[in-house]
């Protein structure tokens, strides 16, 4: 490989169509303000970098970026491109992954409202995220320990499994499909309406109003906390292990919980059963 060390760049696509190269100590940065610096390239190794301007990977195939900064400015860094691996890597910019492919994600650092958008295939363990809307209308995710603070998450994904997580959001996992959660804290509003085949599995959901107008919905001994007007219209078969404060109109299936505080039906087509059973406690 070609390798470029201990270097400043600032000029509009700086190493475009590069390949086979290593960026080695390099700050891209300066008063021309260049965007794009390494575009259109291939299997390229970024180590230990600093980027300061605007969409610096963007069809890209096969890149390695680790020990780096993508800082505020550093927007839309990552777009259209695949065969990514990040790790030990701050990125702060907005739109930081957007239409990306076969992406992995180690120990980084991530503040960047709407990140992730249709992305397919992404493994991201032991890592940090702010953003909003973050993985909006992305498949095949598979994150581990990733603690999470956002607004409007996991909207409209498939096929994903989240193990050992903690995610504290508002109006999480709504219109998903084909998804697992397990051994994890979801915290938020308005959990996972309109979501279809949705497996809780050993979690703690925190919120009220969750897990509403749900198809083909699963909680397998989940913890409920502040969960009031629960499971409304909602297809459900679920074991809880702690009080619930009202469950209102369950469409179908079964639920099954220590105890209920308040049960709403209001017409007879509701028809989900509810099963108290005290013996059935964490």
Request: aromatic letters at 12%.
């Amino acid at each position: 490989m070609n390798t470029i060390t201990n270097q400043t760049f600032d000029m509009e696509r700086a190493l475009y169509g590069s390949k086979d190269v290593q960026v080695r100590n390099c700050k891209f940065d300066g008063p021309a303000d260049g965007e794009s610096a390494l575009k259109e390239c291939a299997n390229v190794r970024a180590e230990n970098c600093f980027f300061n301007l605007r969409y610096p990977f963007w069809h890209d195939h096969g890149l390695e970026i680790h020990d780096s900064e993508m800082t505020e400015l550093c927007r839309a860094a990552l777009w259209y491109s695949d065969h990514i691996t990040i790790t030990d890597t701050k990125l702060h910019g907005i739109k930081a992954l957007r239409e990306c492919a076969e992406v992995k994600m180690q120990r980084c650092d991530v503040i960047s409202p709407e990140f992730g958008w249709s992305v397919r295939g992404i493994e991201m363990e032991d890592c940090t995220v702010e953003s909003e809307y973050f993985m909006m209308r992305s498949d095949h995710l598979h994150f581990k320990n990733v603690k999470m603070k956002s607004k409007y998450s996991f909207q409209y994904i498939e096929d994903s499994v989240f193990e050992d997580c903690v995610f504290d959001t508002k109006d999480a996992f709504w219109h998903a499909k084909n998804i697992v959660v397990c051994n994890s804290i979801v915290k938020g509003e308005y959990l996972a309406w309109y979501c279809e085949n949705v497996t809780f599995e050993h979690c703690k959901i925190i919120g009220t109003q969750p897990l509403c107008y749900c198809k083909k919905l699963k909680l397998i001994d989940c913890e409920m906390e502040g969960a009031d007007f629960a499971f409304e219209r909602s297809d459900v078969q679920a074991t809880v292990t702690t009080p619930v404060i009202s469950i209102k109109n369950p469409y179908s299936g079964r639920i099954v919980a220590p105890s209920v505080g308040e049960i709403i039906r209001e017409d007879e087509s509701f028809k989900g059963e509810i099963v108290i059973d005290e013996s059935y406690h964490s």
